[in-house]
């Protein structure tokens, strides 16, 4: 079946260097892709997507990468905080219905160090 | 505005009790998703409403787990005769129809089975 995973489940960075984390997806038909990050004890947030018809878009010190190619999904996050400090997933559309159904990867934990 | 709201936001229960996890969506919001998060691990889907549709539970575990939508609105999931293996986090997510993928998540609910 249809799977999303991350390469790293950990990456640590220091304050003020670039993140950048990966996320690999199987389904081919996937057109639509979201990167979530969920701090302790909360509910995952968006914080930015993309569709398959596009290979790059930014958001406010965040860009997402897609390459369909090789089936790859990237965040980089600039100038990372310590408020950055999260687990970051990756998931991918599923259809059904009128709204989308996700299927999302295990996660990445992001460790800011100050 | 008021986001996605979950009662309780923990539960501890005793092996075989039932139980019942509410989710309160955005105002406005037609479409309502649970998700299932276990330790360490990515959003399981278990079941999605959009309007009058009937729903969609291919994501649900076991005949011992329901949901229901009253109203358009409010939803309860079930877990009958609860398990250890049930405890997780229980996540409710919703979007406004037609706005693909992005689901707003609420802070979830922390079951503990024992």
């Known amino acids: 079946g249809e799977s999303v995973g991350l390469h790293l489940p950990t990456l640590s960075v220091q304050e003020g260097d670039n993140s950048i984390i990966n996320c690999a997806y199987s389904?081919?038909?996937?057109?639509?892709f979201i990167w979530y990050k969920q701090e302790s004890g909360k509910g995952p947030q968006f914080i930015i997507d993309i569709r398959s018809n596009m290979d790059k878009r930014q958001g406010q010190r965040v860009t997402v990468l897609l390459n369909k190619t090789v089936k790859h999904l990237s965040l980089q996050i600039a100038a990372t905080q310590p408020g950055d400090s999260a687990v970051y997933f990756c998931a991918e559309n599923t259809r059904g219905g009128s709204n989308y159904k996700l299927t999302f990867g295990k996660g990445t934990l992001l460790t800011v160090n100050p | 505005g008021a986001g996605v709201s979950q009662s309780p936001s923990n539960k501890v229960t005793e092996k075989g009790k039932d139980v019942e996890l509410r989710c309160d969506p955005i105002?406005?919001?037609?479409?309502l998703y649970w998700y299932r998060q276990s330790l360490g691990q990515g959003l399981e889907f278990l079941i999605y409403f959009q309007g009058n549709s009937a729903p969609d539970k291919s994501g649900l575990p076991s005949d011992r787990f329901s949901a229901e939508r009253t109203g358009g609105s409010v939803s309860t999931l079930t877990i009958q005769r609860t398990q250890q293996e049930d405890s997780a986090v229980y996540l409710c997510?919703?979007?406004?129809?037609?706005?693909?993928?992005?689901?707003?998540f609420g802070p979830g609910t922390r079951l503990l089975v024992l």
């Open positions: 389904n081919s038909a996937s057109d639509y």
């Open positions: 105002s406005g919001h037609t479409a």
């Open positions: 997510a919703s979007s406004l129809k037609g706005e693909s993928g992005t689901q707003y």
